[in-house]
Every structure is written in C-alpha cells, then in structure tokens.
C-alpha cells in the first residue's frame, strides 16, 4: 500500500554530517506524520525524530542540537541533516510514516534501513 524509500546512509568520521532521505508513495490519502528511527546492535529501536503534518517536530534528547528533520508540507519525503555525528550514532536508520490511505484507514509503515557507520 504504502512503500517508503531511503537514501544518503554510509561511513563517515566522528565530527562529520550525513543526511538521509526518505520517500513516500503508493496508495497515500494523507500523511499524519513522517519520522527516523534507528537500531544499533543489541539494542531496542528508537525514535530519532519526527515530523507531523502540522509542523511539530520531536527529537531524542541524545540528538538534540545535532540533528535536524524537514518536511515540506504537502510534500511525501523527509529528510535527516546528522551533523556533528559521534561513534554512539552508528545504527540502521529507518523511515516511519503514519499515513491515511482512505479518510478513515491508517497504518505505519516502514523503509527497508539504511545503515549508517560512525568511525575514524
């Protein structure tokens, strides 16, 4: 129904910036809320931060300052600017959408991951 697509992970060094991207389509009515969540190895995943259609935006305090999410209202893509980014933020990154694919029908959806690797 819904498919989300996700670009710009990879390696880069402590100090340095990434920045995904994440694209929505299919059978889209409205888009609630775009989002990153992240999985490092062992551990539970997380939300990285968030974008409802309003324009509140949410982040993890551990990111705060670092990272920032844009989503263009209207638009079904989000991205994540990553700066300053340290080993700690080694992890799968994921896509999320809570999205409307009738007036009333919602479901979260999810990307595939990007890895995305913080290392000298």
């Known amino acids: 129904q819904v498919q989300l697509v996700e670009s710009g992970g990879g390696l880069v060094q402590p100090g340095g910036s990434l920045r995904l991207s994440c694209a929505a389509s299919g059978s889209i009515f409205s888009i609630n809320a775009m989002g990153w969540y992240r999985q490092a190895p062992g551990k539970e995943r997380e939300l990285v931060a968030s974008a409802n259609a309003g324009g509140a935006t949410n982040y993890a305090d551990s990111v705060k300052g670092r990272f920032t999410i844009s989503k263009i209202n209207g638009a079904q893509s989000v991205h994540l600017q990553m700066n300053n980014l340290k080993p700690e933020d080694t992890a799968v990154y994921y896509c999320?959408?809570?999205?409307?694919?009738?007036?009333?029908?919602?479901?979260?959806?999810w990307g595939p991951g990007t890895q995305v690797t913080v290392s000298s």
């Open positions: 999320n959408t809570r999205t409307y694919v009738t007036p009333t029908n919602w479901g979260d959806y």
